[in-house]
């Protein structure tokens, strides 16, 4: 029997995890065949529709870490905002844990279940101090005081950011103030996190921050949907969906996504700095894995070559 390659036991092991997972896997969020469109006007006052998304079908898996990418304007807010009933379908289905979105009995324990942090941060801060922002979720809820403030320390403490309660939102740095924002959602005890283009005003270190506190809350058993246009941020991600126009282009694991450079040039994306690094090495002739995303592994496996 011919011995298999580390690659082909690798690929032979993904394959096993995935009909596993799949076995007891229970859905989060469905979208069946949506559409929805926007309106535009020209210059003489005439509106024609524009399409926001498109005949998108996907199943968002609970527990899962999915990611959105695609350039600016491609659909992915849009179809963030469809995921919780901020915007409701033109056609398809749209449900949530069984809700769909378009009933109006459910849409308060939809917004509930599926938490939503934006892009800017300052335009999310809603008080002075800090855990009084936290705060502002639990209080629109009625819950009593003793909830209210236990899960505002809990949620600060989920984001690290204790220290800084009595603190001015002001004062905060733009990775701290998203962090605050995270913290205001999760105050709502959601099972779903959505990060709609959280980093994108963020510096590396605030980038980094956040992306650690979405992959912390994963692991604790979160589902977490990131959306954003910087391909490095999704190497770790259970699954990616690239979107373009409207319409999801292709989907799959970060390696089966990033190894398609014909659909990424179409759609105006780039593979991670790393995983472009690791295919220019390998095309060279270095005994490296062309679907790399790991600095510090790549930088070994360079060592280890030049030896």
Do not use: W
């Amino acid at each position: 029997m011919a011995k298999l390659t580390l690659r082909q036991t690798n690929h032979l092991r993904l394959q096993i995890f995935k009909r596993s997972k799949s076995v007891d896997e229970k859905i989060a969020i469905s979208l069946d065949n949506v559409s929805y469109y926007y309106k535009t006007y020209d210059e003489q006052g005439i509106a024609s529709p524009a399409v926001g998304v498109e005949g998108v079908s996907l199943q968002l898996a609970e527990g899962s870490f999915v990611a959105l990418v695609g350039h600016n304007g491609c659909g992915k807010s849009t179809l963030a905002k469809l995921l919780n009933g901020l915007l409701l379908p033109k056609t398809g289905k749209v449900t949530v844990f069984g809700m769909d979105t378009t009933d109006k009995n459910a849409i308060f324990d939809i917004r509930k279940s599926v938490g939503m942090v934006f892009q800017n941060p300052d335009n999310q801060m809603v008080a002075s101090i800090v855990e009084e922002d936290v705060a502002f979720g639990p209080e629109n809820l009625g819950l009593p005081s003793e909830e209210i403030r236990a899960r505002v320390d809990e949620a600060l403490a989920l984001v690290d950011m204790s220290e800084f309660a009595k603190r001015s939102p002001s004062a905060l740095s733009g990775g701290q103030k998203q962090r605050i924002a995270v913290a205001g959602a999760l105050a709502i005890k959601p099972r779903v996190l959505v990060l709609d283009e959280s980093t994108a005003m963020l510096d590396p270190q605030g980038r980094k921050e956040v992306l650690a506190v979405a992959h912390k809350l994963n692991k604790g058993g979160m589902t977490v949907v990131l959306i954003t246009h910087f391909p490095d941020e999704v190497v770790d991600c259970d699954k990616v969906f690239v979107m373009d126009h409207g319409h999801i282009v292709t989907s799959g694991t970060p390696d089966e996504v990033f190894a398609d450079d014909k659909v990424l040039a179409d759609v105006g994306l780039r593979a991670p700095r790393t995983v472009e690094l690791a295919k220019k090495l390998k095309a060279a002739g270095f005994d490296v894995d062309e679907h790399c995303h790991d600095d510090v592994a790549l930088g070994g496996a360079v060592c280890k070559n030049l030896r």
